[in-house]
């Protein structure tokens, strides 16, 4: 079975421009999250949505971050103008109702 | 809001069995989560407990007390793959979960 599948696997950019980073849950999940990670504040969670609907997005830093799910099947996660300071791992994960949530791989997010 | 707390790093012996504890104080409860990640790659689940007691599973067991906020994982006859950060997260009402920072296990032969 296709577990949680993101991409870019790994990015690479200078600061002020644009990051979109894409996930496709697995398919019957209803319930999708977004995360990001870092050494120094660990596992964070950004924003959540239940059947395409954004539930709590409090996690979001800032107004340059911003998440849509326009259908079950792909989120994407942007940042507009990305800052050094969001070089982190940034995780989806999606769930079936309350079962536990599956993680994808990540993708790798490096700010110059 | 939520405060969960575990121990940063342990190191313990190829073979032996190691406890990594989690206490939590949090604004809503609806059980509590035990995730494996290894340096460079995603969380992967492996335990989960709502109710009072030892959930076992093969090598691994989990225990809660919702009393005391307390839960532990027991790893049992350590191998050099279970190497590993081991994290623990507490669900609120509304299906969020939040993580502890993590507790780096290093097994050693």
């Known amino acids: 079975d296709a577990g949680v599948i993101q991409s870019p696997r790994h990015e690479v950019t200078e600061m002020g421009q644009e990051v979109t980073l894409r996930c496709k849950p697995i398919?019957?999940?209803?319930?999708l999250f977004w995360y990001r990670q870092t050494m120094m504040r660990g596992l964070e969670l950004l924003i959540y949505?239940?059947?395409?609907?954004?539930?709590?997005d409090s996690g979001m830093p800032e107004d340059r971050f911003s998440a849509k799910m326009p259908n079950a099947s792909f989120s994407t996660l942007k940042i507009q103008p990305s800052e050094p300071r969001d070089s982190a791992v940034y995780f989806c994960a999606s769930s079936f109702y309350n079962q536990p949530q599956h993680f994808g791989d990540g993708t790798r997010l490096s700010i110059l | 809001g939520q405060n969960i707390d575990q121990p940063t790093e342990m190191t313990a012996t190829e073979g032996a069995i190691v406890q990594i504890n989690c206490t939590y104080q949090t604004s809503g409860f609806n059980g509590l989560f035990w995730y494996q990640q290894h340096a460079g790659e995603a969380p992967t689940f492996l335990s989960y407990n709502v109710l009072d007691g030892l959930e076992e599973k093969g090598r691994f067991s989990s225990f809660l007390s919702r009393s005391k906020g307390y839960s532990y994982l027991l790893l049992k006859e350590l191998q050099m793959k279970d190497s590993a950060s081991y994290l623990c997260a507490v669900k609120n009402a509304g299906n969020m979960l939040t993580f502890g920072g993590g507790t780096r296990l290093m097994v050693k032969p």
């Open positions: 398919s019957g999940h209803d319930y």
């Open positions: 949505f239940n059947n395409n609907v954004p539930i709590d």
